[in-house]
Each structure stands twice: as C-alpha cells, then as structure tokens.
C-alpha cells in the first residue's frame, strides 16, 4: 500500500475523499443540517476541551523530540517495509497528554500519547499514533462523536451533565475498559517510563506475499515507572516535559517496538477490544530518542501524524476509528494551521 498525502491543507473537506473514500459517504449520507462525521467530532473535541486558536484538537500539550528506529530480522521475517531493514531510520517524535487542553495538569489519569514519523529510504513515510493504554475509548466513530456529546459541558454549570455521561455509559459499556485501565494502573512518572499501545491492527506483508495481522506496543526498555497517588501529590503539576528533557540529556531514551500477532477470532476491528496476553509477540525494533525540543514547538509543529500514512509492506485493517482518522485530522490540521 503506498502512503497517502499528509494533508491538504486549503481544503480539508474536499480533501476528505481522497483521504478516506468512506468519509465522503458519510457526508453524502448525513442530514443537509449536519456535518460531515469528520468535521463533527472535531467538533465534538472543541466542545469537551474547547477553542485553543493554533493548538492541536487532539494532544494539544505535548513536545517534540528526535531520534531513530532500527529494525530487526524478526521484524524483516514479517513485513518487506523499509523500517525494518536494520538500517537506523530518522525519526520525529510528539510526547503529549490526550485530549485538546493545552494547559491540562500532568497529573492527570489521561492516556499519554506518542506519535512518530518514521522518514524512509525512496520518499516513503511511516506515522504512527500511540496511546498508554492497551485500548481505544470507542469502537466506531460514532460512538467516539456520542461520547464527545455526552461530555460536553452545560453551559450553565460549565461541567457535564452527570446523567447524560451515565446515560452514555450504560449504551457504551465497551468504553469502560480504557477507564478501567488508566483508574487501576498509575499515572506515568515519565513520558519515557510507560508502554505506548497502537490499539488498531495492522497488516503486515512479507517478502513471499504472505501477511499476518498485528498490533504494536513501545516497551521503555528501563521499565515502565507508574506513581501511585501518595507520591503524585508530592510533584508539580508540570513535570512531564522537565523530566524528559532531562533523561534524554544524560542518555538516549528506548523503547522496543514489540508486534503481538493475531490468532483467528481476533477481532481485527474493534480497538476497545485487546486480544489474548497469550498471543504470539516478536520484537520488530528499537526507538531511540535523542534530542528533546526546549520549548512546545520545534520540527513537529507542521506534522500531522496521520496513522494511515504506511510504508509498503503494512496496510490498514479495516478497523472504523483507524479508517476515519485521516479525514478528521485533516480538518483538525486546516483549523490549526490556519490559527484558528
């Protein structure tokens, strides 16, 4: 599968169906009062977080740093992409919370994200987006867009309607298992100190033509370090960014990139579902992280890390979040870089 433009920035709508064929159908099908799905959960992202004029709609309070990725033999066993070819590929890399508050505490019981740009030998880009959770919070768009609404503030009391969030609760109750994983495992101590799931199965093809579908997962090979709420209370609210500027100052930052094979039954696509612990795993490279920006800005700022931008040898599942993601970024991305 070729890699897809990253965005088109003048023209986000019009780009939507180049994008991602099935967002045009979802405008096609939508009432002449509603927008496209696209368009509406970003709008929906605005209405939890807000407007921050020039910000990220998703991820808005993250750095940006640099480093490279090598492949391994295993990894070359399963898929012919260029990143696995034991070469040190460049890489860019975003460290944020989740969701669109630019000033949101880093105490905060959030997934934690890291999106990477992987630049390939002949042109060829490989993006990818991270989380700190082995899941998604939804199974479709749909219910992505729901959630959003359920969670938009009244603005009366500027908080949730605690009876429409329950109400969303009970319909969704696959959404409870992020939930549950971020109440009962710790707020990370370092965004260098805990696993990054890509939650959305992928296939990835080998040099015969042969294909086995997978999910990743970025280990930190020191160790994942979680804070438990007495020595959270004993930290700032900034302390994420510090932290890691001052890791990567004395040593590389690694993670190893570790492939958890499919087995039939395995639902290849439904994120908020993980598959067995049980499956096979292989490691297909380590990330290496070298240079932290000093400020928020820095080399990241124009990219959209765009999931569905693949290198030859990995191709999208069919999952509906993963397919969607392109056409929602390139709305949010036109907002963005337009300064609004």
Same mark, same amino acid.
């Given at each position: @599968?070729?890699?897809?433009?990253?965005?088109?920035?003048?023209?986000?709508?019009?780009?939507?169906?180049?994008?991602?064929?099935?967002?045009? !159908? $979802?405008?096609?099908?939508?009432?002449?009062?509603?927008?496209? &799905?696209?368009? $509406?959960?970003?709008?929906?992202?605005?209405?939890?977080?807000?407007?921050?004029?020039?910000?990220?709609?998703?991820?808005?309070?993250?750095?940006? %740093?640099?480093?490279?990725?090598?492949?391994?033999?295993?990894?070359?066993?399963?898929?012919?992409?260029?990143?696995?070819?034991?070469?040190?590929?460049?890489?860019?890399?975003?460290?944020?919370?989740?969701?669109?508050?630019?000033?949101?505490?880093?105490?905060?019981?959030?997934?934690?994200?890291? $999106? &990477?740009?992987?630049?390939?030998?002949?042109?060829?880009?490989?993006?990818?987006?991270?989380?700190?959770?082995?899941?998604?919070? !939804?199974?479709?768009?749909?219910? @992505?867009?729901?959630?959003?609404?359920?969670?938009?503030?009244?603005?009366?009391?500027?908080?949730?309607?605690?009876?429409? #969030?329950?109400?969303?609760?009970?319909?969704?109750?696959?959404?409870?298992?992020?939930?549950?994983?971020?109440?009962?495992?710790?707020?990370? $101590?370092?965004? %260098? !100190?805990?696993?990054?799931?890509?939650?959305?199965?992928?296939?990835?093809?080998?040099?015969?033509?042969?294909?086995?579908?997978?999910?990743?997962?970025?280990?930190?090979?020191?160790?994942?370090?979680? &804070?438990?709420?007495?020595?959270?209370?004993?930290?700032?609210?900034?302390?994420?960014?510090?932290?890691?500027?001052?890791?990567?100052?004395?040593?590389?930052?690694?993670?190893?990139?570790?492939?958890?094979?499919?087995?039939?039954?395995?639902?290849?696509?439904?994120?908020?579902?993980?598959?067995?612990?049980?499956?096979?795993?292989?490691?297909?490279?380590?990330?290496?992280?070298?240079?932290?920006?000093?400020?928020?800005?820095?080399?990241?700022?124009? #990219?959209?890390?765009?999931?569905?931008?693949?290198?030859?040898?990995?191709?999208?599942?069919?999952?509906?979040?993963?397919?969607?993601?392109?056409?929602?970024?390139?709305?949010?991305?036109?907002?963005?870089?337009?300064?609004?």
């Amino acid at each position: @599968m070729k890699h897809r433009p990253a965005l088109c920035v003048p023209c986000a709508v019009a780009c939507m169906a180049l994008l991602h064929p099935a967002a045009s !159908a $979802a405008q096609t099908d939508s009432p002449a009062d509603t927008p496209p &799905l696209p368009q $509406a959960l970003v709008d929906g992202f605005e209405g939890v977080f807000g407007v921050h004029p020039g910000q990220r709609r998703g991820g808005a309070k993250g750095l940006c %740093a640099e480093g490279w990725f090598t492949g391994t033999a295993e990894g070359r066993a399963l898929s012919v992409a260029s990143a696995f070819s034991g070469e040190r590929i460049p890489v860019l890399a975003r460290f944020s919370l989740s969701g669109g508050n630019p000033k949101a505490p880093d105490k905060a019981k959030t997934p934690r994200n890291l $999106a &990477l740009q992987m630049a390939l030998p002949g042109g060829e880009s490989w993006r990818l987006g991270n989380i700190s959770a082995p899941v998604h919070s !939804a199974a479709t768009p749909e219910d @992505m867009l729901a959630g959003f609404q359920a969670r938009r503030p009244d603005p009366q009391t500027g908080k949730p309607d605690p009876a429409r #969030v329950k109400a969303h609760a009970d319909a969704h109750p696959e959404a409870r298992a992020q939930a549950d994983w971020l109440a009962s495992h710790g707020v990370p $101590a370092s965004f %260098a !100190a805990v696993n990054y799931w890509g939650v959305h199965a992928f296939r990835f093809v080998d040099s015969k033509g042969q294909s086995r579908y997978a999910r990743w997962v970025f280990e930190p090979v020191g160790g994942q370090e979680l &804070l438990d709420d007495e020595r959270l209370k004993a930290l700032p609210d900034e302390f994420l960014a510090d932290d890691l500027r001052k890791r990567v100052a004395g040593k590389p930052v690694e993670f190893d990139m570790r492939l958890q094979l499919a087995e039939p039954g395995d639902t290849l696509v439904n994120p908020t579902q993980a598959w067995p612990e049980g499956r096979r795993t292989v490691t297909a490279g380590r990330l290496a992280i070298d240079k932290v920006e000093a400020g928020s800005g820095g080399r990241c700022e124009p #990219v959209v890390f765009d999931p569905m931008v693949l290198p030859k040898g990995i191709e999208a599942s069919d999952d509906p979040v993963l397919r969607m993601r392109s056409a929602a970024y390139a709305v949010s991305a036109s907002r963005r870089l337009a300064g609004k």
